[in-house]
Nanobody, 118 residues
Framework: QVQLVESGGGLVQPGGSLRLSCVAS????????MGWYRQTPGKQRELVAT???????DYADSVKGRFTISRNNGKNTVYLQMTSLKPEDTAVYYC????????????WGQGTQVTVSS
């Protein structure tokens, strides 16, 4: 079982940038597909960005060209670089790990709040 700890959230003005980090408790390389989701009150959790099984990246249309997901396998860390932030990006951001080998499973971090406001 992997444990995920996010950091890097906070308050930022529109047009600003933030970088979120997600540190996993163990090795993630070749075992977990990692991604970022977000959720606002009263809405379902939605995909923001993820690494796919083929090693590619996938983004929500609303963040394409503004957000970038990356990883450092040596540090068991996944990042979400967010630029040109908009008020509608305000949400709790969650790190997600999908175990791609037996035993399969889904794991979530505790979330980090991102608020975009002037």
């Amino acid at each position: 079982q992997v444990q995920l700890v996010e950091s890097g959230g906070g308050l930022v003005q529109p047009g600003g940038s933030l970088r979120l980090s997600c540190v996993a408790s163990g090795s993630i390389f070749g075992i977990y597909n990692m991604g970022w989701y977000r959720q606002t009150p009263g809405k379902q959790r939605e995909l923001v960005a993820t690494f796919t099984s083929g090693g590619r990246t996938d983004y929500a249309d609303s963040v394409k060209g503004r957000f970038t997901i990356s990883r450092n396998n040596g540090k068991n860390t996944v990042y979400l670089q967010m630029t040109s932030l908009k008020p509608e990006d305000t949400a709790v951001y969650y790190c997600h790990a999908e175990r791609s080998v037996v035993p399969f499973g889904d794991y979530w971090g505790q979330g980090t709040q991102v608020t975009v406001s002037s």
